[in-house]
């Protein structure tokens, strides 16, 4: 079973707008990545949080990381169309596990 | 610097027909993965290597095999192909200590008629 979950699924904003995004994962974690996928196109890595950091900043990115809940956040400030895309996190399981696991992602659209 | 390679970029396969799926990378990664991404099931496992000479199987390793002969390719298999498998595959690689993340190249659409 796939080890983070997204919420929400879908989310529309308007260009200059924030989006938050949350991903829920299941085991104790080394670290934590967002990523981020165009349609069409792989992935693409925009940040890396371990499990020992709490927040973490990459221009207008600010990732969040809450081990006792399982959680994380993603908040991208000041949105622009260019933004519309896929995130997802990817968590690897402590203890060695070398897996990188994925969640379904969700579906971003910045209407302009 | 090509980063992760991916070939071929479109296939269409027969049910039962084989074929092997090539993930080339150059930037000296120790790890390596495949996944299929399925309409609303995300990105899932199917096979990873953690170095020359090794895999190990993800979420959904049934119907696939995989090989790393060399440390910057990762094959994969698929002996008898099933309409089921029709997806986009991803390959992707890493460093161990996945300093700056996985890399991922730019997807196979495979079809099974």
């Known amino acids: 079973s796939q080890q983070g979950e997204e919420d929400p699924q879908a989310l529309s904003i308007q260009e200059g707008e924030n989006a938050t995004m949350n991903c829920s994962y299941k085991?104790?974690?080394?670290?934590l990545q967002w990523y981020r996928q165009n349609s069409g196109r792989g992935l693409v890595h925009l940040i890396l949080i371990r499990s020992n950091e709490r927040e973490k900043h990459s221009g207008r990115l600010r990732v969040t990381l809450d081990t006792s809940k399982k959680s994380s956040s993603l908040l991208i400030t000041a949105s622009r169309a260019a933004d519309t895309a896929s995130y997802f996190c990817a968590t690897d399981a402590q203890g060695g596990s070398e897996k990188l696991v994925f969640g379904k992602g969700t579906k971003l659209t910045v209407n302009p | 610097n090509a980063g992760v390679t991916q070939t071929p970029k479109f296939r269409v396969l027969k049910t039962g027909q084989s074929m092997t799926l090539l993930c080339a990378q150059d930037m000296n990664h120790e790890y390596m993965y495949w996944y299929r991404q399925d309409p609303g099931m995300g990105l899932r496992l199917i096979h990873y290597s953690v170095g020359e000479g090794t895999t190990a199987k993800g979420e959904v390793p049934d119907g696939y095999n995989v090989s790393r002969l060399k440390k910057q390719n990762f094959l994969l298999g698929l002996e008898s192909a099933a309409p089921s498998q029709t997806s986009v595959y991803f390959c992707?690689?890493?460093?161990?200590?996945?300093?700056?993340?996985?890399?991922f190249g730019q997807g196979t659409r495979l079809t099974v008629v």
């Open positions: 992707a690689s890493s460093y161990s200590d996945r300093r700056v993340g996985a890399f």
């Open positions: 085991t104790s974690i080394n670290n």
